[in-house]
């Protein structure tokens, strides 16, 4: 789809009020508000809410991996800390919201309501499981596949941790967790 600034400006403010608010508490209404257009223009760009939510998941899922893959340039030697950079960037991730993973709360709202939403949100939680297999094989880490789901448990225990456990060190610990499962303590 050829995203037309009206288009733009509707994702913008379709993301962030999803993440902010909930998707099933928003309507259409409030995002046409937001945008300054009219509901007419949302359904002639995306077709209806759940095009709009489908949107804004494959948005963020671009912007998350975007994220990541600057983390990640940051630590070119492939290696333990290429895997830890990916906590890292979960932390420099989550810093800028405060509602968890966007993708957790769109499953926990729309599962049974979206096979579309559901798809893209599992597509990303692949991503991850597949992102740190990736990054062990290059390491030269035995098993990568298997290592990869666990660390992709650890990285979304983490983001439950910090924020709906509030535990101020959860990223520290899935970085230590990191290390320790990678025989690297520290």
């Known amino acids: 789809m050829t995203m037309t600034p009206a288009a733009h400006r509707i994702l913008d403010a379709a993301s962030e009020l999803y993440y902010d608010r909930g998707i099933n508490s928003v309507g259409m209404d409030l995002v046409a508000e937001q945008a300054g257009t009219t509901k007419k223009t949302i359904y002639d760009r995306f077709g209806s809410k759940d095009g709009l ?11 998350w991996r975007e994220h990541v893959e600057r983390q990640l340039a940051t630590v070119p030697a492939a290696g333990v800390d290429r895997v830890v950079a990916v906590v890292d960037a979960l932390d420099s991730w989550l810093a800028a919201g405060t509602r968890g993973c966007g993708f957790v709360n769109a499953y926990a709202e729309l599962s049974t309501q979206s096979a579309a939403a559901t798809s893209v949100v599992r597509r990303e939680k692949d991503w991850v499981r597949r992102l740190y297999a990736r990054l062990l094989a290059e390491a030269g880490v035995a098993a990568p596949d298997a290592l990869g789901r666990q660390l992709a448990i650890i990285h979304e225990g983490a983001i439950v941790a910090l924020t709906a ?17 990678l025989g690297r303590p520290g």
């Open 53 to 63: 939510v489908v949107a804004y998941l494959e948005a963020r899922a671009e912007r």
């Open 165 to 181: 456990g509030g535990s101020a060190d959860a990223l520290d610990d899935a970085r230590a967790a990191t290390r320790a499962l």
